[in-house]
């Protein structure tokens, strides 16, 4: 079973210029996650899907950042402009369902992608 | 404000000793925990998990206790290889039956020596 893909894996900009990042979630995973992770910190939930729609955003500085998944698959996840505290590893993660646990008891694995490092210079 | 916290940053084991990693967390909220292992350039995997209705959760070479009172977990590894070797992060829910958001800590990094 291929695992989760991500794209590009590194990317250097300078401030105030525009990236995106790519997630292939693992086939037939609803949820998908977008986390920042910034150097010597854990991973930060942006934010989660369910299919298309949007679960949580609530740490998603929607100033600067934006991120889709139009047909409840793939997803990208933009910064517009970038500044020099977005340097960080962003990780995409996906999931069969929502929820913590499913309907078994067994715990709900998030699986992650390897990650796209982000340097803004 | 750190909700979930790994105070030790890196962690050094002889192979075949038992490594010990621990968190400590904030939000009363909080009732499953997840240890997640993260090799370089790897996505982080998840390596075991607790409800907070145990106080014991065992798979293998790996255990997590969780004492609630003292909003303390800690995952033993026995015997520890060097295959161990990783960051290891400590997360936790708020919530096992609906949308689980994971707070994490900032990861111990583990290093199984020879």
């Known amino acids: 079973e291929a695992g989760v893909a991500q794209s590009p894996r590194y990317k250097i900009i300078e401030k105030r210029q525009s990236v995106a990042f790519w997630c292939n979630p693992i086939?037939?995973?609803?949820?998908l996650y977008w986390y920042q992770q910034i150097l010597g910190q854990g991973p930060k939930l942006l934010i989660q899907?369910?299919?298309?729609?949007?679960?949580?955003d609530s740490q998603l500085p929607k100033d600067r950042f934006s991120a889709e998944r139009l047909k409840g698959v793939d997803s990208t996840l933009k910064i517009q402009p970038a500044k020099l505290e977005d340097s960080a590893v962003y990780l995409c993660?996906?999931?069969?369902?929502?929820?913590?646990?499913?309907?078994?008891?067994?715990?709900?694995?998030?699986?992650f992608g390897p990650g796209t490092r982000l340097t803004v210079l | 404000d750190q909700q979930v916290k790994q105070n030790s940053p890196s962690l050094s084991v002889q192979e075949g000793r038992i490594s010990i990693l621990n968190c400590d967390y904030t939000?009363?909220?909080?009732?499953?925990f997840l240890w997640y292992k993260k090799y370089p350039a790897e996505g982080p995997t998840f390596l075991i998990s607790?409800?907070?209705?145990?106080d014991k959760n065992e798979d293998g070479r790996f255990t997590v206790f969780l004492n609630k009172s003292a909003k303390h977990l800690s995952l033993h590894i026995v015997p520890s290889q060097p295959g161990d070797s990783a960051v290891y992060f400590c997360?936790?829910?708020?919530?096992?039956?609906?949308?689980?958001?994971?707070?994490f800590g900032t990861g111990t990094r583990l290093q199984v020596t020879l």
């Open positions: 899907f369910q299919n298309n729609g949007v679960v949580d």
């Open positions: 993660a996906s999931s069969l369902f929502p929820g913590g646990t499913g309907t078994s008891g067994a715990y709900n694995e998030q699986f």
């Open positions: 086939s037939g995973h609803a949820t």
């Open positions: 939000n009363s909220m909080f009732d499953y």
């Open positions: 607790i409800s907070s209705i145990k």
């Open positions: 997360a936790a829910s708020p919530h096992t039956g609906t949308a689980s958001k994971l707070t």
